[in-house]
């Protein structure tokens, strides 16, 4: 079994370039990793390569080294092409790592140094010699154990997976707060047993490797979704872990260089932070109340007309209908047919047809009322509601034909002509819009006439079309 096969996210609910670029921004956080503990790992091994290295680079243990090395193998062998051995080599690299993270566990809990952590090379430090520090330990255990249960297709273990990656990665962002604000009890029991700043730079990448892999098979998905609640995240997530930093950092510079008293520069920050989260939180509301706004103008909208389709005019109509049988008011339903639509469209083209569709909503916006619902509920006919029950349309309609009778004489190659349905609602019949529409629809063709398109010389109008 390939554990790209575990809850895996369908192609058509991903975003195909993102996840391209994810893959390779995963590749390159592991490998930085590897390269980072494997260098280490040559130093503990070679006495002679240890004058090159930079001072205090023994504080990343030779464990420690070992021990982000194999993560970084073990999630690279995990997320790798499907391969029968992959998975196998996956599990047991993990599993060495657990062994790595769970004795120096046990030893900095029951305070007894068993002397693993120097078995395979010697320590030369005098205090507590080869024994990573508890913070470090802990991370090796969160990101084994993520790794593990994520070969397991099991929904609890996807779900477990995902609990120990945010743990993992908050763990790593305290660790790297304690470098930033120099409090070392977040970063090791002492100077001597910390973790250092390049097993910090581990952490931070495999974490980034592991969200990004996630990602892609996981419940992380969100953010490489191509939704806009995707999008929306995705430019978010930056400011939201950044602008804490910065801002408290900025406190701290402030109150060392001696410009504001420590509690004023914490008061300041407190502040400044509320205020830039509060405006974070407003552009992403306003943000998203666009988006909805443009969604929904898509889906009940006609492209060509931009009345309403279809869908719009069931919705708005039925609450309009529901609204005016609770209040005992009536509704009046006109169903427009244009006639001869298709005969226009196969003789002077698609466009010339287009147009007539375009006019025909411009007469009917210019007829009736902003209240009225105005919708295109098929390719060659329109629908309005209107709650006008002392006139029932007739102004309307006399308005409608008064706009027709213009646009035949202004001097197109046909002339375009309608019948229209008309149904009035009655709150005391017990009636539904289906009935209103289909009252509506009998009408129309009752009064329905045959109508003769009359081509002519000139080419097709556009003139009095809309766009």
């Not at 007829?367 to 709650?387: G, Q």
Request: with cysteine.
């Amino acid at each position: 079994m390939n554990i790209n096969d575990l809850i895996v996210l369908p192609t058509s609910q991903s975003d195909a370039v993102l996840l391209k670029r994810l893959t390779v921004v995963q590749n390159i956080c592991l490998a930085l990793a590897g390269l980072i503990a494997f260098f280490i790992l040559l130093a503990w091994i070679f006495k002679d390569l240890r004058p090159g290295y930079p001072h205090g680079w023994d504080l990343m243990k030779f464990d420690t080294a070992a021990g982000m090395l194999l993560c970084a193998v073990s999630l690279a062998l995990l997320s790798a092409k499907p391969a029968p051995w992959h998975l196998g080599s996956g599990r047991a690299t993990a599993l060495l790592v657990l062994l790595l993270a769970v004795v120096p566990l046990c030893e900095h809990i029951g305070g007894h140094f068993t002397g693993f952590d120097t078995l395979v090379v010697a320590d030369p430090s005098k205090s507590e010699p080869g024994v990573m520090s508890a913070q470090t330990a802990l991370y090796l255990l969160l990101f084994a154990s993520s790794l593990l249960l994520a070969t397991v297709p099991r929904p609890a273990c996807g779900i477990a997976v995902a609990v120990l990656t945010v743990l993992l990665s908050l763990h790593a962002l305290i660790i790297f707060s304690g470098y930033c604000f120099n409090a070392v009890q977040l970063f090791g029991e002492s100077m001597s047993t910390r973790t250092s700043p390049h097993t910090l730079a581990c952490m931070l990448l495999l974490a980034v490797a592991l969200i990004g892999w996630r990602m892609q098979h996981g419940y992380f998905f969100v953010l490489a979704g191509p939704g806009l609640g995707s999008r929306l995240a995705r430019r978010v997530m930056p400011f939201a872990l950044l602008l804490p930093f910065v801002l408290m950092l900025g406190g701290t510079a402030m109150a060392s260089a001696g410009w504001l008293s420590p509690p004023v520069a914490v008061g300041l920050t407190i502040a400044v932070m509320a205020a830039a989260l509060a405006a974070l939180v407003s552009l992403m509301g306003r943000r998203i109340n666009k988006l909805e706004k443009e969604l929904r103008e898509l889906s009940l909208t006609d492209e060509l007309t931009g009345a309403l389709n279809y869908r719009g005019f069931e919705l708005l109509g039925e609450q309009t209908f529901r609204e005016a049988q609770r209040s005992h008011a009536v509704v009046t339903l006109l169903v427009f047919h244009i006639e001869g639509v298709k005969d226009i469209g196969e003789t002077y083209g698609h466009e010339a047809s287009s147009h007539l569709m375009q006019d025909m909503a411009r007469m009917l916006r210019e007829s009736f009322e902003l209240a009225d619902i105005i919708a295109r509920t098929a390719s060659d006919e329109f629908a309005v509601i209107t709650k006008d029950e002392n006139t029932g349309g007739v102004i309307a309609l006399m308005r409608m034909g008064e706009a027709m009778e213009a646009l035949n004489a202004a001097g197109g190659s046909y002339k375009a002509h309608f019948s229209v349905g008309e149904a009035t609602s009655n709150p005391d019949a017990g009636e539904s819009f289906r009935d209103l529409i289909e009252k509506a629809g009998l009408m129309r063709r009752e009064r329905q006439r045959a109508v003769l398109v009359e081509p002519e010389q000139a080419a097709p109008r556009a003139s009095h079309s809309v766009r």
